[in-house]
Nanobody, 123 residues
Framework: RVRLVESGGGSVQAGGSLGLSCAAS????????MAWFRQAPGKEREVVAR????????LYADSVKGRFTVSRDYSKNTLYLQMNNLKPKDTAVYYC????????????????WGQGTQVTVSS
């Protein structure tokens, strides 16, 4: 199993920026898929972005393309999410997730999860 520890998040006004990080420890591997999901109150958990830890271009949800950027530091087993031009609709609890195998967009396919961190964007 993998332990995921998230940091970052917080509150910001619309148009502002926030950064999240997710440090993985345990049974990690370069083919490890890591992803950011988010869940707003009353809504299903949705994927924001996903990427293999050490290779391939990250994939983004259409709702965040051009505003969110994923970066990785394989030496630290850490995934980052830079969120720019934030909108009130981005308000949610953001989760880091990981799995071996295909880097899917389905929350149920991920085996390891972080504790979640709140992102609140006010208008």
């Amino acid at each position: 199993r993998v332990r995921l520890v998230e940091s970052g998040g917080g509150s910001v006004q619309a148009g502002g920026s926030l950064g999240l990080s997710c440090a993985a420890s345990g049974d990690t591997h370069s083919d490890f898929c890591m992803a950011w999901f988010r869940q707003a109150p009353g809504k299903e958990r949705e994927v924001v972005a996903r990427a293999y830890l050490a290779h391939t271009t990250p994939l983004y949800a259409d709702s965040v393309k051009g505003r969110f950027t994923v970066s990785r530091d394989y030496s630290k087993n850490t995934l980052y999410l830079q969120m720019n031009n934030l909108k009130p609709k981005d308000t949610a609890v953001y989760y880091c997730a990981a799995r071996r195998g295909a880097c899917t967009d389905m929350a149920d396919s991920f085996t390891d999860w972080g504790q979640g961190t709140q992102v609140t964007v006010s208008s």
